[in-house]
């Protein structure tokens, strides 16, 4: 499609994609992508200088259009823009807090479930990591069986969202200068449940009307969903599916067979994938497959369901956010689930335009006109199986020319901060030592994390990509989850080759010395809490600093689009993380409240808040706060470059 | 795998390094590299927790938080 100028709208550098938008262009079928043509977004709203939380309003109170008309601008009951700026950013932060925590609830039921054999199909898979999840709840496990420990860790999960007081038991894993950061502000979270309500509640009409004050409540919120939610969920789901190990997956739109039932698996909880995984082994289902034809089964994933049967089964993924419309554009689909989260309405006209069923699968959420088929998991393997026999009945229904793109890129994923530690230095001397000692010498400038979603307002996967391919250039070793990791997957970033063809040379040695990535998958947007004890493990090996802040190390989120992303952008910031977003920024509505956030808060936090819609601008900015803080460690002064070589890791074994 | 392979390259400081070049296999790996399985028993598990995970499970280790322990 052209834009007004006449000039071919650039929609994706992933060939996969814009061959799919032109084949919906050509098939006059809505996707996410000509929507946004039509619909631009509202420049009021744009710089959330709009409050509509009350019935006398709503009240728009844009900038002015011209410099020097500035004036204060107040709500019809007084509120100033900086207390509706604050307030609109806080919500946002309530509710990406709630949605990975309302998920992580749900794990911890399952678990509990689990650990009670009430689930069927689950099992309690990795016992080292229970034993782990039970030593930081402080659970007795000498002489006892794995079921009752487990059962005492599925109970003490669900009571961090309903505790009243005290502090998440999870809180006393981060340093402890970043703690004792915390309880000095206060901003310690007491329950999960309780920080989201209260944020909620101050946010109501004529409540906490101080934007500092009401930041320091979103900040605690956050770190319910960092050091809570989203690590309550990486754990227990460590525990009853796996904690992910270096396998080989396949990436994008190509990972469909025409001559096979290709079914996607889309949206975030990772229960009845797993099912899915264990229904497509059943002989049963193999016949079924074979008596309607087609040659197989085959399972994919899209988005945050895709990273988790990735990285523990090699389940290919058929591509991120933005794909999941055009996935079914192809006609190959018989059948997509969604769950919770970035699931787009779109999908059912888009999925009436072929044969392809969608089928919702939790009690939280519908789909007008989709197919409802409720996971729970006490009869959890029965709905996989009754979900994989629709599939494979619609498979003789295809009644459009299928189309599947040729793209497809293999990536080795699956790096779990147990894994890279194991990795640095094997199994009882597993050490994060290596790659302390490669900051330090200088082989690797510094650590970056790039997350997030695809945006439509950027060219998908664009800035992922550029940003990534920069860091590692300069020598900064990337860790990546959700959307961005599979742009990086689609990208070629995520196979050790990728070091020799696109990193520094420090950084390519090292990565080609231990046989990783330059850019490590470490799994969902859930698992940002990975990263989380990652940067932990960094500064508590030693060397670079007694805090998270003092790390060489940087974040962003350069095509984010969701409220999940600003509250792991505000936990990330507030455990003393530079993080850098792009494509957008929602408190450009007023300068104090951005300048609180980008500036006030590294006086608060030593972490603060960027925005940069240039990603390579981005990722210059991410290295100069690299350089500032090996400066401030004494790493810039030159130092004998030890040579790293398989001997020395060997003597580490 | 051979004799190691090096190379003169540029850091990102400007400085002339002599630099490693790969180590690990060639080809792609035909199943995962599933590292846990070798810790057995429970005396293991617990063993890898205290010496792998010293960072958080180790009584006598803390890293670069040893002195603040002390204190
Ligand atoms: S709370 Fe105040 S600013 Fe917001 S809509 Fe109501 S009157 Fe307007």
């Known amino acids: 499609m052209a834009d007004e100028k006449g000039k071919e709208k650039i929609r994706s550098i992933d060939n996969a994609a814009i061959t799919l938008i032109e084949k919906a262009q050509k098939e006059n079928v809505s996707t996410v992508f000509f929507r946004a043509d039509e619909l631009k977004p509202c420049p009021i709203g744009v710089e959330e200088s709009c409050c509509k939380i009350c019935g006398m309003g709503p009240c728009r109170l844009p900038r002015p259009k011209k410099a020097g008309e500035e004036k204060d601008r107040a709500g019809v009951c007084g509120a100033t823009i900086e207390t509706i700026v604050a307030r609109n950013f806080a919500r946002k932060i309530a509710a990406g807090t709630a949605s990975h925590s309302d998920h992580a609830r749900e794990v911890a039921e399952t678990f509990l479930k689990t650990a009670q054999d009430e689930a069927q199909g689950f099992a309690i898979k990795d016992e080292v990591k229970l034993l782990e999840v039970a030593l930081d709840y402080g659970i007795e496990t000498e002489g006892r069986e794995s079921r009752e420990i487990a059962i005492d860790v599925g109970k003490k999960a669900l009571e961090q969202f309903g505790k009243q007081d005290g502090e998440l038991v999870y809180i006393k894993k981060a340093p402890l200068k970043r703690q004792e950061i915390w309880r000095k502000l206060g901003v310690v979270p007491r329950g999960i449940d309780r920080e989201v309500v209260e944020m909620m509640h101050r946010t109501h009409m004529g409540v906490d009307q101080d934007y500092k004050h009401l930041m320091l ?24 599916f796996g904690t992910p190990v270096p396998i080989l997956g396949t990436f994008n739109t190509g990972v469909f067979k025409e001559d096979q039932v290709n079914i996607v698996v889309h949206g975030h909880e990772p229960f009845l994938p797993e099912l899915l995984v264990t229904a497509t082994h059943d002989p049963e289902m193999k016949a079924l497959a074979e008596k309607v034809g087609a040659k197989g089964i085959n399972l994919t994933g899209m988005c945050c369901s895709a990273n988790e049967v990735l990285m523990r089964h090699g389940i290919p993924c058929a591509g991120n956010f933005l794909q999941q419309e055009l996935a079914l554009v192809t006609g190959a689909v018989e059948l997509m689930t969604v769950d919770v989260q970035c699931q787009m309405q779109g999908l059912q006209d888009v999925s009436e335009c072929y044969h392809t069923k969608l089928v919702t699968t939790s009690d939280r959420a519908k789909i007008e006109g989709a197919i409802h088929i409720e996971f729970h998991p006490e009869n959890g393997l029965d709905t996989a199986k009754k979900i994989l026999r629709m599939a494979i ?20 994923v699956g790096f779990s901060h147990e894994t890279i530690n194991y990795l640095l230095g094997g199994l009882f001397r597993a050490s994060y030592k290596p790659l302390n000692d490669n900051i330090i010498n200088g082989r690797i400038r510094g650590v970056a994390g790039v997350v997030g979603c695809n945006n439509v307002r950027t060219v998908h996967d664009s800035a992922h990509i550029a940003m990534v391919k920069e860091l590692i250039k300069n020598d900064v070793i990337v860790l990546t989850t959700g959307c961005a990791a599979m742009a990086c997957g689609k990208a070629g970033l995520l196979t050790p080759e990728a070091a020799r063809l696109y990193a520094g040379s420090g950084l390519a040695e090292v990565c080609e010395a231990v046989g990783i990535p330059p850019v490590l998958h470490m799994g969902a947007c859930v698992d940002n809490s990975r990263i989380l004890i990652a940067a932990t493990a960094l500064v508590k090996e030693g060397g670079l600093g007694d805090d998270i802040s003092d790390l060489p190390a940087a974040g962003a989120a350069p095509e984010w689009m969701s409220e999940k992303a600003l509250a792991i952008g505000q936990y990330f910031v507030a455990s003393g993380v530079y993080t850098v977003f792009g494509t957008t920024w929602p408190t450009l509505g007023s300068e104090k409240v951005t300048k609180h956030l980008f500036e006030e808060h590294e006086e608060l936090y030593k972490g603060m808040w960027a925005y940069e819609p240039d990603p390579i601008k981005a990722a210059g900015m991410m290295i100069a706060h690299i350089d500032k803080k090996r400066k401030a460690l004494g ?9 790293y070589d398989m001997a020395m890791r060997r003597a580490l074994d | ?68 322990q002390e204190a």
């Open chain 1, 393 to 412: 009945e619609n498979y003789p229904n295809r009644r459009h020319a299928v189309y599947i793109p040729a793209e497809t890129q293999d990536a080795v």
């Open chain 1, 635 to 643: 790493l810039d002064k030159a130092r004998e470059r030890v040579l």
């Open chain 1, 217 to 240: 409540q979103a900040t605690r919120t956050a770190l319910a969903d960092g050091w809570g939610g989203s690590m309550i969920s990486t754990d227990l789901q460590d525990i009853m």
């Open chain 2, 1 to 68: 795998m051979g004799e190691y392979v090096y190379e003169e390259k540029e850091s990102f400081d400007g400085k002339k390094v002599k630099v490693l070049g790969p180590t690990y296999e060639e080809g792609k790996p035909d199943a995962k590299n599933d590292w846990e399985a070798k810790l057995g028993s429970p005396e293991d598990r617990l063993n890898y927790l205290k010496t792998a995970l010293r960072y958080w499970y180790s009584k006598d280790w803390f890293g670069s938080e040893k002195r603040k």
